[in-house]
Structures are given as structure tokens and as C-alpha cells.
DNA sequence: TTCCAGGTTA
DNA sequence: TAACCTGGAA
């Protein structure tokens, strides 16, 4: 396990980068939670230079909940068409029916609740707790799985309940306050796109390279 | 031209 | 654990 102050320096570092190099999404400027939902849906198997081509267009056809509630299925998946991976369109209209008609329109916070929605698995469901309502949850995606991994030395365990080990090092890397959770999973998930990717990390520009437990390692720059 | 990445579901 | 899709890397 990594010395607290390590996990730290490493977020202290890692926060200090997303301020000047994080990537303007729109879908970082609101904590909407449904526009929430419609991006991390889009994200699902999808990079966000695709998911831009949509995103806005998607909102502007359905701004709100009700109004995907209300659409016919061709219609969302015509505003799908390009993106692929359709079941994504079919359960996002699915739920925002559920979603009016059980949770009184309101998108839930609770992941252990989002999980049930079609579509949502524990990725997405820690996605809209942290991105929509600040909570103090870490979304696992691969990108952050990699992070942690590489940085730590922790499982790429992907499951909601994560392993204790893996629990314990996030305690201790999250924030206390919403805000900064928020920006430290942001911060996480632009590190995993931008630097520390699967192929070809780019250690020589990495912020967090000297808490890094892997500096040095071969084939990694 | 083949290979890889990427959440959720069945 | 394979299937779902597509763009981009190798």
C-alpha cells in the first residue's frame, strides 16, 4: 500500500494539472443531471471527440427527461445513428420513462438505485453520483482502473464494491469536499485520456510521475 | 488490412 | 464470457 503521503502529493499534483490542461466538455459546465446521464451514456464505448459531434445536438432534440420520455423509439434512435452500440438509445429512452414514472422525474443520486436503471451499470451509476451531484464515489472506468493501477499498484478490479485494498487507497485519494471530488475524477479520467493512456503513456509529461510507483518501468518512457 | 478499446447485458 | 459498433492505431 502507497504512504498517505504519496496519495496526496499525488492528488495535490494531479488537481493542480486538470486546472490548466483539463478539457473544457461541455458537459463538465452543469451538474444537470440528466445531461449528465445523456453524455456518460454517449461515453459508454464511445471517445468524446464522437460524442461532441452528438451531444448537443441530442439535447437540443430532447432537453429534458420528459421529452425523451415522450419520444418514439425510431426518433432516439435516428439521433443515435453514427454512434453504434444502439441498445444505448433504446435504454436511455427506457429509463427516462422509469425514471418519470417511479422516481417523480427526478434522476436519482443513490448509485445502489441508478444500477437498476436499463443502461446503467456501476461505471455509470458512480458517473451521475459524482459528475451530477458531487458524492463522494469514484467512477471506475477503464481509464481510471489503468490510472490506479499503474500509479498504485491496486487490482483493475472493475466491480461497485470494490475490493478492500482498492477501497482503502480511494478513501484516502478522495477529497472531503464535493467539488474537489468532482474535479479529481474529471482530473482522473483526462489523465487516463490524455497521458497515462493504454498504449504509449506519455510518463515524460505526466504530472503525477514522481508519485508514480511505476517511474522508471521499461516501455513506459 | 488487421487489431484494439470500451460499459452493459444476456 | 461473448456480443454489441465504430474510429483510430499498428
Known amino acids: 500500500m502507497p504512504a498517505q503521503a504519496n496519495v496526496l502529493a499525488f492528488r495535490r499534483r494531479l488537481l493542480r494539472w486538470f486546472r490548466r490542461h483539463g478539457r473544457p466538455l461541455p458537459w463538465r459546465a452543469t451538474r444537470d443531471p440528466y445531461r449528465v446521464l445523456v453524455a456518460e451514456f454517449m461515453l459508454q464505448q ?9 451531444y448537443e445536438r441530442f439535447l437540443r432534440q430532447y432537453p429534458s427527461l420528459e421529452t425523451l420520455a ?13 454512434l453504434g452500440y444502439y441498445a444505448r438509445a433504446r435504454n436511455l429512452r427506457r429509463l427516462a420513462q422509469g425514471i418519470v414514472k417511479h422516481h417523480d422525474g427526478q434522476v ?30 469514484i467512477p471506475v472506468d477503464t481509464n481510471i482502473a489503468r490510472v490506479l493501477h499503474r500509479a498504485f499498484g491496486v487490482s483493475r478490479t472493475r466491480t461497485r464494491h470494490l475490493p478492500g485494498r482498492v477501497a482503502r487507497l480511494v478513501d484516502g485519494l478522495l477529497p472531503h469536499d464535493g467539488k474537489t471530488t468532482w474535479a479529481l475524477n474529471q482530473a482522473l479520467m483526462d489523465l487516463g485520456a490524455m497521458v497515462c493512456t493504454a498504449r504509449k503513456p506519455r510518463c515524460r509529461e505526466c504530472p ?3 508519485a508514480c510507483m511505476r517511474k522508471g518501468v521499461r516501455g513506459e518512457e
Not at 415522450?70 to 453514427?82: K, Q
Open 46 to 54: 464511445t471517445q468524446v471527440p464522437r460524442v461532441l459531434q452528438y
Open 70 to 82: 415522450r419520444a418514439a423509439p425510431g426518433t432516439v434512435r435516428e439521433a443515435w445513428d453514427g
Open 108 to 137: 436519482p443520486a443513490d448509485p445502489d438505485v441508478l444500477v437498476r436503471l436499463p443502461g446503467v451499470g456501476p461505471y455509470t451509476a458512480a458517473a451521475v453520483a459524482t459528475f451530477a451531484y458531487e458524492h463522494r464515489v
Open 208 to 210: 503525477v510521475r514522481n
